[in-house]
Every structure is written in structure tokens, then in C-alpha cells.
């Protein structure tokens, strides 16, 4: 089984519904990412939540909100999608071990927003 | 400016050709990742390094800190390896410790 999840992996929606995607994991990590990848512009952060009861906003966080349910669930939600945000949305999670880290990304959700 | 920098942006190859791709960075780091990411989109985790050299099978990852400069080399390449290779780094500054940065990626096409 896959140690970071991610549901729906592909979402079709009309402008102004709201849809949240959501992330699961068992490697036990406290640090959770959501991202999204555009093309020709890389991964960039939306939120990062480094324990249940912290959230954090990244580079592009406008339009979006997060909720950590629980150390293992982090699920990221558009109140009123709109079609820039149409993108392909990664999940991570992380250790920080002696000041350095590694990422572990979920397969990816792939949103389109008509 | 974009803090990570990668290039070439786009690299096609022959199979059994030698790969190297190149990451310039223009912030103090705590460590460097090369990450792969399929045609599926999936994203994994190649390297992580803070000096040195670190090589796995036909994949070798270098970084020079001073230069603030890493390189990753495919030997012997195959179509298997065609992906997009992403650089990113882990900033010293800021509250957001552990946070990454990403370069934009280096798609590499191998043909038989």
C-alpha cells in the first residue's frame, strides 16, 4: 500500500462549487505539504502543517483553506473554484531529521475546473 | 529571479548517452533534492545531499556549496530514465524551516 494518498486523483468541477481534495498517510510524519503544479512553473506551496494544530500559508495560498484532521490526514479545499485552478495538486509529507528533510509525495490529483 | 535554476529545460538524449543535468541556487541551503517525476506525474525522491557526491546505480548527484551548484549525471541511459528531474532546496532563512523550493524542472527524453 502507498504510504501517501490522495483522493479523488482526477476531479472534474464547474466554476464556484466547492471541492475538497483529500490526503492521507502512514509513515507517521508530522510535517504535511499541499502543493500545486502548474506547467512551466514548478511545484509551489499552497499550506504546510508541521503538527495538528499548526497551519501555515505558502507562497499561493488565496482561494484555498486546509483542515488537519489528524497527524495522518491533511485535506485541502477550494470554497469557489475558479478556472486558474485548474492544476495538478501533490500531497507531501516529511522528517526532519539533523536539520535536513525529505519529501514523500502523494501520486497526485489532477483538477480541472470548467 | 527564480531562487532555484535549472538547466537545460528540456534534454533529449540517445540511449547509452551520458546525462547531466545542472541546478543553480541562489540562497544558503541546508540541503539540496533531486526529485524524478514520471510521465504519470508521480514524484520521487532521488537524492538528498549537503556536500559531496552521492551516487545510486547509474545516477550520480554532486554539489558544490560554495558554488552553490549541483549537477545530476545519468550513465548509460536508457528510455526508462525519460522523466522530468526537479532540483529543489531547503533555505536557511525564514520561519518556514524545512520548506522547499523547486526549480522548474529539466524534462529528459531518451530514444532507443
Avoid at chain 2, 48 to 55: A, E, I, R, T
Wanted: proline share 4%; net charge positive.
Amino acid at each position: 500500500d502507498a504510504d501517501v494518498t490522495q483522493t479523488p486523483r482526477n476531479r472534474i468541477t464547474k466554476t464556484g462549487k466547492r471541492i475538497m481534495l483529500e490526503c492521507s498517510q502512514t509513515k507517521g510524519h508530522d510535517r504535511m505539504y499541499w502543493y500545486r503544479q502548474d506547467p512551466g512553473l514548478g511545484l509551489r506551496l499552497i499550506y504546510y502543517s508541521f503538527d495538528v494544530k499548526d497551519i501555515n500559508k505558502g507562497e499561493i495560498s488565496d482561494g484555498y483553506s486546509v483542515s488537519r484532521q489528524a497527524q495522518a490526514k491533511f485535506s485541502l479545499s477550494l470554497e469557489s473554484a475558479i478556472p486558474n485552478q485548474t492544476a495538478l495538486y501533490f500531497c507531501a509529507t516529511s522528517e526532519l531529521a539533523r536539520g535536513q528533510e525529505t519529501q514523500y509525495f502523494g501520486p497526485g490529483t489532477r483538477l480541472l475546473v470548467l | 529571479k527564480n531562487e532555484v535554476e535549472q538547466s537545460p529545460q528540456n534534454l533529449t538524449a540517445q540511449e547509452g548517452e551520458f546525462i547531466t543535468i545542472n541546478c543553480s541556487y541562489s540562497v544558503g541551503i541546508s540541503a539540496l533534492h533531486w526529485l524524478q517525476q514520471h510521465p504519470g506525474g508521480g514524484i520521487v525522491s532521488l537524492f538528498m545531499l549537503s556536500s559531496g557526491k552521492k551516487k545510486h546505480g547509474r545516477l550520480i548527484a554532486t554539489i558544490n556549496i560554495q558554488e552553490k551548484h549541483s549537477s545530476l549525471h545519468i550513465t548509460a541511459s536508457h528510455p526508462r530514465d525519460s522523466a522530468v528531474y526537479i532540483c529543489a532546496v531547503n533555505p536557511l532563512y525564514g520561519g518556514s524551516q524545512g520548506n522547499l523550493i523547486f526549480g522548474k524542472g529539466t524534462k529528459l527524453s531518451v530514444k532507443p
